[in-house]
């Protein structure tokens, strides 16, 4: 495998490339959780909704491991920073 190859960006919300997931598979990591801990992988906005059927794909690749028995991972809802002013308004006490 080329060095190019392993800087392909596979988790753009941090930033993971090819070669970060191949290490840590080479490291033991078996599934797409454990890769996520190890490498920071589908923890950014799209909490892996972009990447995480990538991840999924090199795992089974490198390993044999069937992607159905991967199955896919949790994923959550983003995070987004909301105003004060979308919860209410707020009354001041005149007492």
């Keep these: 495998m080329t060095e190019q190859n392993r ?6 919300c941090e930033d993971i490339t ?3 997931i191949q290490d840590a598979i ?3 990591c078996r599934s797409i959780k454990s890769v996520k801990r190890f490498t920071r992988a589908g923890m ?3 909490q892996g909704r972009t990447c995480g059927r990538m ?4 795992i089974s690749q490198r390993t044999g491991i069937s992607k159905e028995v991967l ?8 995070c987004v920073p909301l105003p004060l002013s979308a919860f209410g308004t707020m009354k001041e006490n005149t007492q």
């Design 7 to 12: 800087e392909l960006i596979i988790c753009r």
């Design 44 to 46: 950014g906005a799209c």
């Design 55 to 58: 991840i999924a794909a090199i």
């Design 18 to 20: 090819l070669g970060e």
């Design 71 to 78: 199955g896919p991972d949790v994923t959550r809802f983003p």
């Design 26 to 28: 080479d490291a033991g």
